[in-house]
């Protein structure tokens, strides 16, 4: 059993940026990969960024590489998505997500575990 919990969205301008936090507790021993998904109204669940909780490895989606930065604090059980340069396709509701095997997805649908979401909105 592993619980995540999302903070640091909010509504922002165009250009500002922007911090969010994933917290997990419980059985985080076997998370092999943390990742950000998102979803705007009425449209897919996709994946932002995700990180391996033992290695630190990377993985960016094209919409926000370049501009957003996954990382993470294994003390603290706790994994950041940093966003800069936000814009209005940015704003979403922010999922933080864990995968408990150890390969790489970026389907939304292959997940174990889900925080309960983060609403980030960019005015412009």
């Known amino acids: 059993q592993v619980q995540l919990a999302e903070t640091g969205g909010g509504l922002v301008q165009a250009g500002d940026s922007l911090r969010l936090s994933c917290a997990a507790s419980g059985r985080t021993f076997n998370i092999y990969l943390m990742a950000w998904f998102r979803q705007a109204p009425g449209k897919e669940r996709e994946f932002v960024a995700g990180?391996?909780?033992?290695?630190?490895?990377?993985y960016y989606g094209d919409s926000v590489k370049g501009r957003f930065t996954i990382s993470r604090d294994n003390a603290k059980n706790t994994a950041y998505l940093q966003m800069n340069s936000l814009n209005s396709e940015d704003t979403a509701v922010y999922y933080c997500?864990?995968?408990?095997?150890?390969?790489?997805?970026?389907?939304?649908?292959?997940?174990?575990?889900w925080g309960q979401g983060t609403q980030v909105t960019v005015s412009s």
């Open positions: 997500a864990a995968e408990k095997s150890p390969y790489y997805s970026r389907s939304a649908t292959l997940y174990d575990y």
């Open positions: 990180i391996t909780w033992s290695g630190g490895r990377t």
